[in-house]
């Protein structure tokens, strides 16, 4: 059974910063490939950023150069560092784990809710 438990979500003025940490278990976390994805009221899933089991990274036009994905194999881990939030960036954030061989995501977590506010 493999889990994911997101932590970190909350509200924050516009420009700050949230952390969003995954903590993954019951899977060979080193060779999937991991990231998050956010759900807007009203609005589709959408792809923030990706890591995979090699480090390489990829990130949606709208957060590029404000947040940054990162993994700790050894703790089991992947992150997302968020700065200068926007208001648009309000949404529900899902981690999620994929099979290198797969096109999908196999594994998500519950959500976490960030809310940037003034």
């Known amino acids: 059974q493999v889990q994911l438990v997101e932590s970190g979500g909350g509200l924050v003025q516009p420009g700050g910063s949230l952390r969003l940490s995954c903590a993954a278990s019951?899977?060979?976390?080193?060779?999937?490939?991991m990231g998050w994805y956010r759900q807007a009221p009203g609005k589709q899933r959408e792809l923030v950023a990706g890591i995979t089991s090699g480090g390489s990274t990829n990130y949606a036009d709208s957060v590029k150069g404000r947040f940054t994905i990162s993994r700790d194999n050894a703790k089991r881990t992947v992150s997302l560092q968020m700065n200068s939030l926007k208001p648009e960036d309000t949404a529900v954030y899902y981690c999620f784990a994929r099979n290198p061989l797969s096109v999908v995501p196999n594994y998500w977590g519950q959500g976490t809710q960030v809310t940037v506010s003034s």
């Open positions: 019951g899977t060979i976390f080193s060779i999937m490939d």
